[in-house]
């Protein structure tokens, strides 16, 4: 199979398309023909060595997202076959590129995955696990025990757009910032105040933040006291007189929860976009464009 490699630290120059034995599927794992394959900033940190718990020696693959086709299904597997449409996050912070998404051919485990909605295109099901699934799991650690005010930052982005619309959803009162120009698309996620993506936000406190850019103390100092802060990456602590939670929010598989998001997705409840789509030998050019920044919506690598 064709695949995607980091070959050493670096720019998007290190990225080299090479021909890597055809993986198997073991206990517990389907083999998928992978369609899709969505690029993240986490790939740009994983080629760059600048990830937590430190670099991944290489060569490997990087890559979470991918959507495609069961080709193969290992013992001990139920409720997928060959032929079915499938859509999955790899938890790329576990396999360190073993797999990773960036490949025709991904032994998946199973319950990674979770079946792609007639009528949903497999380029459009690869922007969604990673990121549903990130502000799925903030919104979670929120805990809020009723509707509330909710600040949304990075709401043009793909966490913090899934987050505005699920906190919507959830009946909380949301109020997103959006990139410049971008301030359309975020009012058209349902939220109730568009703001403008600015160094201070002029703003009552709020119960609850979520800062998906992450913006660190600009944010944070918008939860009101008792309230929560989530937020994507680690930020500084704020004063603990302040009584606000600060929480960071790690990704994790959940099969349930992502066939829900799909189905979302897939009859119009959740939206998301596709910037652009590359062959699996334009990898190094979405790496650039994504470094390059202004994006709206994800890169999609086709193999």
């Given at each position: 199979m064709r695949a995607v490699v980091v070959t050493a630290p670096g720019g998007p120059e290190v990225l080299r398309l090479v021909e890597l034995p055809d993986p198997a599927p073991g206990p517990?794992?389907?083999?998928?023909?992978?369609?899709?394959?969505a690029v993240h900033p986490a790939d740009l940190a994983a080629r760059t060595g600048h990830l937590p718990g430190g670099p991944v020696p290489?060569?490997?693959v990087p890559g979470w997202d991918i959507a495609g086709d069961v080709l193969a299904v290992g013992d001990r597997?139920?409720?997928?076959a060959?032929?079915?449409?499938?859509?999955?996050?790899?938890?790329?912070?576990l396999t360190r590129g073993t797999p990773g998404g960036y490949a025709e051919l991904v032994a998946a485990d199973a319950e990674w995955l979770a079946p792609i909605p007639a009528g949903l295109d497999p380029v459009v099901a690869a922007t969604v696990p990673l990121n549903a699934l990130t502000a799925h799991?903030?919104?979670?650690?929120?805990?809020?025990?009723?509707?509330?005010?909710?600040?949304?930052?990075g709401a043009s982005g793909g966490v913090g757009g899934f987050g505005a619309q699920l906190a919507v959803q959830a009946g909380h009162t949301v109020l997103a910032s959006a990139t410049h120009g971008d301030e359309d698309w975020v009012a058209g996620l349902g939220v109730h105040t568009v703001l403008p993506r600015s160094a201070a936000f002029d703003l009552?406190?709020?119960?609850?933040?979520?800062?998906?850019?992450?913006?660190?103390?600009?944010?944070?100092?918008?939860?009101?006291?008792?309230?929560?802060?989530?937020?994507?990456?680690?930020?500084?602590a704020l004063d603990p007189a302040r009584k606000v939670r600060q929480e960071l929010v790690l990704v994790r598989t959940d099969r349930l929860a992502l066939g829900d998001l799909l189905e979302a997705v897939a009859d119009g409840r959740l939206r998301t976009r596709v910037a652009a789509t590359l062959p699996l030998a334009g990898a190094a050019e979405a790496h650039r464009r994504v470094e390059a920044g202004g994006l709206l919506g994800k890169i999609v690598l086709v193999p």
């Open positions: 517990g794992q389907v083999l998928v023909r992978v369609r899709a394959a290489p060569p490997f597997v139920s409720g997928l060959v032929g079915d449409r499938v859509a999955g996050m790899i938890p790329w912070f799991r903030a919104l979670q650690i929120m805990a809020l025990p009723g509707p509330a005010t909710v600040l949304v930052t009552d406190p709020v119960p609850a933040v979520l800062d998906a850019v992450p913006l660190g103390d600009l944010a944070g100092l918008q939860a009101a006291a008792g309230g929560v802060s989530v937020s994507t990456r680690p930020v500084p």
